[in-house]
């Protein structure tokens, strides 16, 4: 596809591969940025120092700058793992004579000034040559590795304002493309260390791979836990890991890792998710708070209190991950994903959105009912529930970021958030916010209830809206109120196929022409399906939903049900979140535990 003034054979003049359909990379991350690794070895995307900041790795995207590790035989099939309950991602390739690996994962803990990328390379079986190819290309490609030399080993550069230094490949030499450039020779059983880093200061402590990798291995072992009890215990344990690698130190949770991702081709819907939406961090600690009070949820709690308690009703719906404001988007100098666009930034961080505060005030409730709910963040729950008393009668924006409109789902969060927090949090205003989720809620009730009983979208739009099913799921009505059964009927017969869930009906087009099933709505059909005790029924909606995985095990937005693929950004933080919630409470639920049969 052609952009203005952008070359028809912009990806061929860097040099770039043509990208891989999205189902086929994988993710390795710190908290603190990401990178995704492609079939052929090659790390196509990772932006340095933080989420936000400038890619340095832009092969995705059609731009300069990659670090690969692939056999110099190139006729090979490629395939590959996670270690159980880690990002750390296992890359495997059968050549004509042997079956070479490579270990990767960025070094954890984490320095938000620092990423460190360690490999480790291995003849599985047989002798193995190996290429390996190195080019830093800061600030998205303008930044060309310079200054480079050798010593001790350690070869060191600079790429803009970031410093580079790459161990374990002495005999690399610099190529005519500004790159460095090695193949490596391993016998039979043998293995090779690589240990990429690249940081906003000098560096001086040694790059030891032994000890960076133990540290990495304690640090998931740690970070993630059994769940055994879950109904889906290793994909449970695989999403914990990856909320746990979208998540910052400082709390801030990214949507995905990626920008411009297309959730259909050459629709104008291609965003940059690389920031924490307060929604998406809510749901990842609900998700976890189902589970129990482990570490996610102290920090959603902490990221989202922080941001009410600086911005209070003027809260916005995303920030970047350190807890600042959203840059206005941008165009890329790269041709872009097949089918995307090259933009950076997001102008939902400018929108008004009422949800926020209702999904906020339930996470703050489901901190409390585990004892874990500090003074300080009692007080952004008070703030939340003045805010939604303030301003629910205004139009929002709303959970998909359309329009400013009287939008059901909005409010019945709200409903949802303010009765769990005046059950939890005992304080004189705890009768206030009762009070006002039946205000919310009758209003609601009057204008947004379809005269054939179901939950309609807007007041001004009767049709079907697959969002609803959560706060619905989560309480807003009692479970035996006929308007849930209704409503879920409606979207099931609306909004549903092939066992998969779509979002709401765009105009005449039919399901799946306009967009891919959402696989947040198909987690939260099985949630409402739960919730009406249907339990059977609950976990087949969660089986189907669970299969739109590329072979990774990672989900994206969207899924293109005829097309077996992923659409949107990589991987999308909420779809695992609800994944990890609905694992933990069919767990506990006896009927879906035999029903899966485990």
């Known amino acids: 596809m052609t952009r203005p003034g952008t070359p028809d054979d912009a990806a061929a003049a860097t040099g770039a591969d043509s990208p891989w359909a999205l189902r086929d990379y994988a993710l390795i991350a710190d908290g603190e940025r990401g990178a995704l690794i492609d079939p052929r070895g090659g790390i196509a995307w990772l932006c340095a120092p933080a989420w936000h900041d400038g890619a340095v790795f832009n092969g995705l995207l059609g731009g300069p700058g990659g670090f690969g590790v692939r056999p110099a035989d190139r006729w090979n099939v490629w395939g590959g793992y996670y270690e159980d309950g880690t990002l750390i991602r296992v890359s495997r390739w059968v050549t004509a004579d042997g079956i070479v690996s490579c270990r990767e994962a960025l070094a954890v803990p984490a320095d938000t000034g620092r990423v460190v990328l360690l490999r480790q390379i291995r003849a599985v079986r047989g002798a193995a040559l190996v290429d390996v190819d190195l080019d830093v290309r800061a600030d998205y490609g303008r930044r060309p590795m310079t200054g480079m030399r050798q010593e001790n080993g350690t070869w060191t550069a600079r790429s803009g304002a970031l410093h580079v230094r790459l161990a374990g490949a002495a005999q690399a030499r610099p190529g005519p493309d500004g790159g460095l450039h090695a193949r490596l020779r391993l016998p039979e059983g043998g293995s090779h260390d690589l240990v990429l880093e690249i940081a906003t200061e000098l560096q001086n402590a040694p790059l030891v791979p032994h000890s960076l990798w133990n540290a990495t291995e304690r640090w998931w072992a740690a970070a993630v836990p059994d769940c ?79 941001r009410l308690l600086d911005d209070g009703s003027a809260l916005r719906p995303a920030y970047t991950v350190d807890g600042g404001p959203l840059p206005p988007e941008r165009g890329l100098p790269f041709v872009g994903y097949p089918g995307g666009s090259d933009r950076t930034g997001n102008r939902a961080g400018r929108q008004f959105q009422l949800d926020v505060f209702g999904e906020a005030l339930q996470l703050f409730a489901a901190a409390a009912r585990h004892g874990v709910l500090d003074s300080r963040a009692a007080r952004a729950a008070a703030l939340a529930a003045d805010a939604v008393a303030d301003r629910w009668t205004q139009p929002d924006a709303g959970l998909w970021e359309l329009e400013d409109r009287w939008w059901t789902h909005s409010r019945l969060c709200c409903v949802v958030g303010l009765r769990d927090l005046s059950r939890e949090l005992r304080t004189p205003a705890s009768a206030d916010w009762s009070r006002l989720a039946d205000r919310i809620l009758d209003a ?94 609950a976990v087949r909606w969660f089986e189907r939903t669970r299969s739109a995985c590329g072979p990774t095990g990672l989900f994206a937005e969207e899924y293109d049900v005829a097309q077996r693929q992923l659409r949107g950004n990589l991987p999308q933080g909420f779809v695992h979140a609800l994944l990890l919630e609905c694992s933990a409470r069919f767990g506990k639920a006896g009927d879906a535990v035999s029903a899966i049969g485990w």
């Not at 879950?230 to 890792?257: E, F, I, K, N």
């Not at 799921?473 to 209704?486: C, H, I, K, Q």
């Not at 005449?508 to 696989?519: I, K, N, S």
């Open 228 to 306: 055994s009890d879950t109904a889906a215990p290793r994909d449970t344990r695989m999403a914990y890991a990856v909320l746990s690698g979208l998540t910052s130190v400082r709390g801030g949770m990214v949507a995905a890792a990626t920008t411009s991702l297309p959730e259909r081709a050459d629709t104008g819907r291609d965003y940059d998710y690389r920031y924490a939406w307060v929604r998406d961090q809510c749901y990842a600690g609900v998700a976890v708070a189902a589970h129990g009070p482990h570490p996610l949820l102290e920090r959603a709690v902490r990221f989202v209190a922080d």
């Open 444 to 537: 609601t009730r009057s204008r947004c209830v379809h005269p054939d009983g179901h939950w309609q979208r807007a007041d001004d739009d009767p049709g079907p809206e697959a969002a609803l099913l959560l706060p619905l799921a989560r309480g807003a009505l009692p479970r035996t109120d006929p308007s849930l059964a209704l409503t879920r009927s409606e979207v099931a017969r609306q909004l549903a196929a092939d066992g998969y869930v779509y979002r709401f009906r765009h105009g005449d087009e039919p399901l799946g022409d306009a967009e891919g099933a959402f696989l947040l709505c198909g987690f939260t059909m099985a949630l409402a399906a739960h919730a009406q005790g249907r339990h059977t029924e």
